[in-house]
């Protein structure tokens, strides 16, 4: 199993990014997607979520109307467009397969993590 992380950069703030997660060694379509971030000295906590069919998305309220988590089962791989960053959406960003759907949060495979700095 492996999910490979891609896309993260040193940005200026109001600028965009878009992160990638390429799945391999799992029936991909079948499990829900997330994005994760985490912050030096904070907690991990849940920024974007799309279930298997990808008709629904859910999102942290801090990135609501700036974030956009999609899908593309054929290519095993889901995306997170990101506009609009500010310095507090600086972290390391992970990617998690979770096959419970949403009823079990933060189990299943996890990648390794992208670092997204947003500063001028």
């Known amino acids: 199993v492996q999910l490979v992380e891609s896309g993260g950069d040193l940005v200026q703030p109001g600028g965009s990014l878009r992160l990638s997660c390429a799945a391999s060694?799992?029936?991909?379509?079948?499990?829900?997607m997330n994005w994760y971030r985490q912050a030096p000295g904070k907690e991990r906590e849940l920024v974007a979520a799309?279930?298997?069919?990808?008709?629904?998305?859910k999102y942290a309220d801090s990135v609501k109307g700036r974030f956009t988590i999609s899908r593309d089962n054929a290519k095993n791989t889901v995306y997170l467009q990101m506009n609009s960053l500010k310095s507090e959406d600086t972290a390391v960003y992970y990617c998690n397969a979770n096959p419970t759907g949403w009823a079990v949060e933060g189990v299943g495979h996890w990648g390794q993590g992208t670092q997204v700095t947003v500063s001028s």
């Open positions: 799309i279930l298997s069919g990808g008709g629904r998305t």
């Open positions: 060694g799992f029936t991909f379509s079948s499990y829900a």
